[in-house]
């Protein structure tokens, strides 16, 4: 696949403009109709509030594999506050940064504005459950870097890609099988030659990484134990 056959034009000032209006008006939307908060998101928000209090996974609770997931909101409780309604207008800021990376990945595949819209909000309608900001955003942001690779290859893009499926490790362990598989498959098929395959072990060997510190580090948390 050669960079000018796939890489299609970039977002016009008035669709930037709209990206934003898109995030904007989908942060109000999700908020608004957000209801009551369900007993499986405080899965990760009791884990973020006991890092709060000076816990530490493993060492002091049991970590289901998604320490990013309740360490991000940790950190935005440190910084802003504490309480539930912080959370939950972190995660639903995430729904919308979402919305708004799929409105330009839509725009620009379709290059048809309103379309692009249409599809946007029948994700927004979806109304996915605050705790599962992650499982479309990890994607979401995965479908743009591979888009950008396919566009213009490189090392440093292919670099990128193991980088997100590390972060995608780190937020759910299952997440990295989705993200690396497609990641290798694109790399792949990309180049067929040496170059594919030296790139995809690249994007493997960063993942590969994130797995390792990870297991290292609940290995020391247990042994304080």
């Not at 990760?44 to 320490?67: K, T």
């Not at 379309?115 to 109304?127: N, Q, S």
């Not at 499926?165 to 993200?179: M, P």
């Amino acid at each position: 696949m050669t960079a000018a056959a796939s890489e299609l034009p970039g977002l016009t000032p008035g669709q930037r403009a709209l990206a934003l209006g898109v995030c904007a008006a989908s942060f109000a939307a999700l908020y608004v109709t957000s209801g009551a908060i369900d007993n499986d998101h405080f899965v990760i928000y009791s884990r973020a509030m006991q890092v709060v209090g000076g816990d530490w996974p493993v060492r002091d609770f049991e970590d289901p594999g998604m320490p990013l997931a309740y360490l991000s909101q940790a950190v935005v409780a440190w910084s802003v506050g504490s309480s539930l309604l912080v959370n939950v207008v972190f995660q639903t800021a995430l729904l919308a940064v979402t919305a708004a990376l799929t409105f330009a990945l839509a725009v620009r595949a379709c290059q048809h504005t309103w379309f692009a819209l249409a599809l946007t909000a029948l994700t927004v309608i979806a109304a996915p459950r605050l705790y599962n900001a992650s499982k479309v955003l990890v994607p979401i942001v995965a479908t743009w870097l591979a888009w950008a690779y396919a566009a213009r290859p490189s090392s440093s893009r292919a670099a990128g890609l193991g980088l997100w499926a590390a972060v995608a490790f780190l937020v759910r362990y299952d997440y990295v099988v989705y993200v690396l598989s497609a990641n290798v498959a694109l790399l792949l098929a990309a180049d067929p030659g040496t170059t594919g395959a030296r790139r995809a072990a690249l994007c493997v060997g960063m993942a590969a990484i994130a797995v390792a510190r990870l297991s290292i580090s609940a290995s020391r948390a247990r042994s304080i134990v």
